[in-house]
């Protein structure tokens, strides 16, 4: 049996472009869906980092003009996965991140850059000439959420065939909001500003439009899916998702466990396993260097890998972090994003010497330095889809503690008395997502550090989890499948 075909698209992949987790799951899951018959062509733009990456390079279509000015779709190959990269100079050769500029602002036409790659998505879905079409397009996020609208509408007469399509939410904070009148401009037909459709509040919503038509939604953990539903975390888009619940499931982000290997991380001071736990004391030794902590604090080594925005919970940690000092713990932050909550950590760090470090900005190796040495993994976020720093701790034996909810929730099991009897504890959760609940969790993780027997169990017992992408990937060939055989 042929493979079934699956074009992706995303607007960042690993190791070609990351700002965050959305990176990670476009950039593992080609190859881990491959064994299982699935081939993933993944589609996204050409940022000036990905164009010079490329292997193989070939136009396999022109766009005259794609918003603005001549656009290319271009085959090529990089980090062993099949590309299409659309390269539009005049939407994304330029300095700065995929979504802002060096300042931190957003790109003035990010409705124009985005709409084009969903465009460029909907023409390949439909079949190119010449060119095998898929059978799925699995569109992430609202980047790439307009792809079942320009594959509804815009190839509504064109169109060979339709292929089945699919969008997955991994931060519904992130919508893709703009004004109306850029319904014209960006080829959006009348009969596609309705309810039905991309009108959103007198507004076009990106991802407000896929959720609509696309033949199936999944966001990134069953609890997220069940958490979008409800006012408090669906963002203004609970009503459909409840509207659409019947097409809406939750799969699990998983882990590339040959980049994230502490056997084999190249990134550590000192590569271990579960029976060379004793090596992770040079990484600590390392990270407490890098962090300028004293070597001496008797309490716990907590990390944070984060971006610095509300959602992550980064000021509950500071209002906490007196506490994790008093039980004698110390607190490595690796982050980059709002600038105010940056302040904040410098000051913490200039009122607890030798306690706290921070170290601003990106940076993947130190990242994994940090799972690789810090005795615990903090994630207090206010909501989060799945996380994927939890998943890396496990794997590390950092172990992971997480505020109770969305895919934090369903990947840690709290160290409970009865966990902790049943063998089964793999971190430590807190509810509800406050200052006092994640102290008094602090305060458990201090005392049962002290055990040092206990603490082992649950460091072994979180490595020796299943976190690949495995059961993931296979869930995906399921959805596919099945939307496919339709
Ligand atoms: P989100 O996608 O919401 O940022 P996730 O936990 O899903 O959160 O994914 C974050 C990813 O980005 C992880 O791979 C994490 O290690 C990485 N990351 C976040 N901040 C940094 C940083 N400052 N330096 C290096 N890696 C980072």
Redesign the pocket.
Known sequence: MSDLRVLSVASEVFPLI?T???A?VAGALPGALAPLGIAVTTLLPGYPQVMDQLFRPKAVQRWPDLFGGPAALVSAEAAGLALLVLDAPHLYRRSGGPYQDSHGADWTDNAQRFAALALAAAEVGGGLPGGDAPDVVHAHDWQAALAPIYLRFARAEQARRRPATIVTI??IAFQGQFPASLRAPLRLPPEAFTIDGVEYYGRIGFLKGGLALADHITTVSPTYAIEIQGSEMGMGLEGLLRHRSHVLSGIL?GVDIGVWNPATDKHLVAQYDAPRLDDRQRNKAALRQRFGLADDAPGPLASV???LSS?KGMDLLLAALPRLIAEGGQLAL???GDAALQTEIAAAKTRHPGRVGAVF????G??HLMQGGADTILVPSRF??????QL?GLRYGAVPLVARVGGLADTIIDANDAALAAGVATGFQFAPVAVHALEAALARAAHLYRDRATWRRIQERGMAMDVSWRRPAAQYADLYKTLADR
């Open positions: 990351k965050g987790g959305l990670d991994h931060n982000n890998v984060s971006r959602q690796l982050g980059a900005g990106y940076d993947e130190l990242s989060e889809p799945c996380g994927l720093t890396y």
